[in-house]
T-cell receptor, first 111, second 113 residues
């Protein structure tokens, strides 16, 4: 069974602080996605990374895919209360057409 | 363009009752998925479909059945509900491609007593 471990599980920080969320697996993925989920809603895609070592930026969010395509990180610079939510990573193994989701990181940014 | 819709939004069942959750997408996506989300467990794949008339098992398929008779619809059935099936159910759809975006519905909250 493929597993995606996310850390930390919970994070409560002050507005303006930086943070990093990690997504790790022993499996190799052809692509890895990051989602944010608000309470009572479905997850919304933030980014997809497909190449080992790839770095993508989305405003204050920086996403990196590990060289071996087994892990990924999400770094938020100068966090804002609007960043509060559940962050999920999801990996897809080539040819399987299905995604394995991580356990999630619940982030709370205090004003 | 409504995206992905799910009905019902909320349902309470008694143990042993049956029900069907409906997922509909208007984006002409080939792939559709049913997930369940439980506290501290992330999302777990129940069943998925890569095209009309085809379905496959995911991580946690026991106790569920699915059908994809039309490309735009994906039905999830519970034949005999159990309290362990209390969860929030999400449907998602996506195109084929290297950087697919999964679009999720708003979820169905199911409580089995």
């Amino acid at each position: 069974t493929q597993l995606l471990e996310q850390s930390p599980q919970f994070l409560s920080i002050q507005e303006g602080e930086n943070l990093t969320v990690y997504c790790n697996s022993s499996s190799v993925f052809s692509s890895l996605q990051w989602y944010r989920q608000e309470p009572g809603e479905g997850p919304v895609l933030l980014v997809t990374v497909v190449t080992g070592g790839e770095v993508k930026k989305l405003k204050r969010l920086t996403f990196q895919f590990g060289d071996a395509r087994k892990d990924s990180s999400l770094h938020i610079t100068a966090a804002q209360p609007g960043d509060t939510g559940l962050y999920l990573c999801a990996g897809e193994t080539s040819g399987t057409y299905k995604y394995i989701f991580g356990t999630g990181t619940r982030l709370k940014v205090l004003a | 363009n409504a995206g992905v819709t799910q009905t019902p939004k909320f349902r309470v069942l008694k143990t042993g009752q049956s029900m069907t959750l409906l997922c509909a997408q208007d984006m002409n996506h080939e792939y559709m998925y049913w997930y369940r989300q439980d506290p501290g467990m992330g999302l777990r794949l129940i069943h998925y479909s890569v095209g009309e008339g085809t379905t496959a098992k995911g991580e946690v398929p026991d106790g569920y059945n699915v059908s994809r008779l039309k490309k735009q619809n994906f039905l999830l059935g519970l034949e005999s509900a159990a309290p362990s099936q209390t969860s929030v159910y999400f449907c998602a759809s996506t195109h084929m491609g290297a950087e697919e975006t999964q679009y999720f519905g708003p979820g169905t909250r199911l409580l089995v007593l």
